[in-house]
């Protein structure tokens, strides 16, 4: 039994994968007041006082401080969601809460922390390390040993080449192409990619 905090599009594309795996959802809680149902499940303003602590948990938030800050504050049973057209080593780790979208690729020897979004047709090669929070954005490439620090937002179509690591909360841009690693809270853009914000 699962409930989902979030009730965007994230958390659209989190219930089908539920549904797809014929896990019981019970609702998502969200503050917007103006939210009442999403895709026929109904949204809580906060936890109804059926919620038991026993209950399964899914952070639906793309925003990685987001989802830090809200496990940083609550002690909830969280849980994963994998889709089953992904394709995922059966020697790769993938942490609590976080979420593999359809036909996302994680090959042999890697591993994800925990509330991490691995989306779609993303590619993750062999021994990436992917750390908490990260949100690998629909189409990424990364070659085999990529280190990819906590918070770090890789954008939509962005390829990262073997042994490249980058830092924590780094935001790589679409489309960009990296090919030198990226020290921690840089915004990096094009191909090759480039240092825009430290």
Known sequence: MIYLIGAS??????????????????????????IEKLL?????????????????????????????NIVANNSYNYTSAVHPKSNISSRSYI??????????????????????IINTNSSIDHDCFIEDYVHISPNVALAGNVSIGEGSHIGIGASIIQG?????WCIIGAGSVIIKDVPDGCTVVGNPGRIIKQ
């Not at 599009?9 to 549904?19: D, Q, T």
């Not at 014929?22 to 007041?33: A, E, T």
């Not at 593999?100 to 922390?113: E, L, Y």
């Open 95 to 116: 942490g609590i809460g976080s979420i593999i979208m359809a036909g996302a690729t994680i090959n042999c020897d890697v591993k994800i922390g925990d509330h991490a």
């Open 40 to 68: 026929d499940y109904s949204v809580y303003h906060e936890f109804p006082k059926s919620f038991n602590q026993t209950d399964n948990v899914i952070i639906a938030i793309g925003n990685n401080k987001i989802r830090k």
């Open 9 to 34: 599009g994230h958390a659209k594309v989190i219930l089908e994968i539920l549904e797809l795996q014929n896990r019981q959802i019970l609702g998502l809680v969200d503050s917007n007041q103006t």
């Open 164 to 168: 490249i690591t980058i830092g924590k």
